[in-house]
């Protein structure tokens, strides 16, 4: 460990288990000296575990629906009350759509499902940041982190709703993080994470072929959730000052990719296995 985090006090929105990244990214702010509370909705705290990982780093459980401004309001002013002041991390690892859970394709959605999608997985990260801002919670050189997955730019077959909600979450960290940047020198960025077995992710129909297609892809294969924490860590800490308004890519490389020598092998075996059934 490296003590990088040393210190500093945050929020962590978005721990489940321990499938969650939210879950990861807290042990190992933990590991490097970080106090912080862990939020998630009600129901969340009911069918998790969050118990576990908050006895596990020592923090304390604020329970909190994300697109309630009453509920944030309570979550960073006991957040000051406990630290003494304001934090120096915020980290946003929420998002839910009914339209992927139901398998409503993307030409037939429902658009109160859509909403939802919307509120849960991108309005909330504006809300948490207009909350921070208006109470000054967050320190100079504080750092907020969301995230985000390559959907936001590049269309995914049955990732549906969602990509439009990551594009949405990916503009509020630049027109926020502007605001946030000029006024208060708080950075405000984007993780576009490989993607990860969570326990949400594991209920989503192809997400097994869809991690095998991402992992052929990337020279460097799949990141993982220690992966994501890792870096999630270099973004709350100060060897990142100057790093705002980004959607960063921790994704083995795939973002840049457009055919792998992996990908074109299993392409070209189907292709082979078409004209031997036809």
Excluded at 88 to 95: E, K, N, P, S
Excluded at 96 to 123: C, P, Q
Excluded at 229 to 242: E, G, H, I, M, P
């Amino acid at each position: 460990m490296y003590n990088l985090l040393k210190g500093k006090k945050g929020i962590i929105f978005g721990a489940l288990d321990s499938k969650s990244i939210a879950w990861h990214i807290a042990e190992r702010c933990y590991e490097e000296g970080a106090e912080f509370i862990l939020s998630n909705t009600p129901a969340a705290l009911r069918f998790g575990s969050l118990k576990e990982l908050a006895e596990k780093t020592n923090s304390e459980i604020v329970a909190a629906d994300a697109t309630s401004m009453e509920d944030l309001n309570a979550v960073f002013t006991r957040a000051m009350e406990k630290f003494g002041g304001q934090i120096d991390f915020v980290l946003h690892a929420i998002g839910m759509s009914l339209n992927v859970r139901k398998n409503r394709s993307y030409d037939d959605v429902d658009y109160n499902y859509y909403t939802k999608t919307m509120d849960i997985s991108a309005f909330s990260f504006h809300k948490i940041l207009q909350t921070a801002y208006k109470l000054d919670a967050i320190k100079e050189w504080g750092s907020v982190v969301a995230l985000s997955y390559v959907a936001g730019q590049r269309t995914f077959y049955r990732y549906n709703d969602m990509a439009d909600a990551k594009a949405l979450l990916e503009s509020i960290a630049r027109s926020f993080g502007y605001i946030y940047g000029r006024d208060r020198k708080v950075r405000v960025n984007t993780i576009s994470q490989s993607p990860t077995l969570t326990t949400a992710g594991s209920g989503v129909k192809g997400i097994d072929n869809l991690m095998d297609y991402s992992d052929r892809m990337s020279p460097l294969g799949n990141a993982t959730a220690e992966d994501c924490a890792n870096y999630c860590v270099t973004l709350f800490s100060d060897l990142t000052k100057k790093i705002t308004m980004q959607n960063l890519y921790n994704d083995g490389g795939f973002s840049s990719m457009g055919m792998s020598q992996k990908a074109m092998h299993v392409y070209n075996a189907s292709l082979e296995l078409e004209k031997i059934v036809d």
